[in-house]
């Protein structure tokens, strides 16, 4: 069974560009949540979909969307990009919304110069 | 939002040695959860406890539910060297997950 897939792994972006991520969950999983990772702040909750409808939203500025198809695979997007964005972003995917047993992919790590 | 305090931030032991890191919180959950994060990669889930007082093992890790909901420790015996990584708690509660900032574990061989 294949596990979560995020593309694409790596990316550089300068500041003002916007960016597009992809994960695709584990076939069968229709929840999607979407994680930041800095070395400072750790790893913070950005959004969740479910059957393609946001369930869940962290507290993060409104240059942060995503979505999600109907065959559960999501897109996340960041507008006019901040150097502060630079992170690891990674992807989870669950049966149910915020399930126990979420599996995170391997991340997109997100430079921005 | 709250995170979780998780400590200790970064541990330096032998191998063969146990190892003990804990997570606390001043709310309570109703799910704690373990992970395990090596470099480039995403963390993957070691141990989930789903009741206060829950004792869990798997393999040479051993979790535990706080009786208060409110914290939990996990243990690690015999370190290996591939034991080396960032663990991360993560407690969970009405769809709402928090993690801690991550136990750096270093194996001296």
């Known amino acids: 069974k294949a596990g979560v897939t995020q593309t694409p792994r790596y990316l550089i972006k300068t500041r003002g560009q916007q960016v597009t991520l992809s994960c695709s969950p584990i076939s069968g999983h229709r929840s999607v949540s979407w994680y930041q990772q800095t070395p400072g702040q750790g790893l913070q909750f950005l959004f969740e979909y479910f059957s393609e409808t946001q369930r869940n939203k962290g507290n993060f500025p409104g240059r942060f969307s995503g979505r999600q198809f109907s065959n559960s695979r999501s897109e996340m997007n960041v507008s006019t990009l901040e150097l502060g964005d630079s992170a690891l972003y990674l992807c989870?995917?669950?049966?149910?919304?915020?399930?126990?047993?979420?599996?995170f992919g391997q991340g997109t790590r997100l430079t921005v110069v | 939002g709250q995170q979780l305090n998780q400590s200790p931030q970064s541990m330096f032991i032998q191998e063969g040695e146990d190892v003990s890191m804990n997570c606390t919180s001043s709310s309570i959950f109703n799910t704690w959860l373990w992970y395990k994060q090596d470099p480039g990669e995403g963390p993957v889930l070691l141990i989930a406890l789903y009741k206060a007082g829950e004792l869990t093992s798997n393999g040479r890790l051993t979790a535990q539910f706080g009786i208060t909901r409110k914290d939990s420790f996990l243990n690690i015996s015999a370190s290996i060297p591939s034991d080396v990584g960032i663990y991360f708690c993560a407690g969970l509660k009405n769809n709402d997950m928090r993690f801690g900032a991550g136990t750096r574990l270093t194996v001296k061989p």
């Open positions: 989870a995917s669950s049966l149910v919304p915020i399930n126990t047993e979420a599996f």
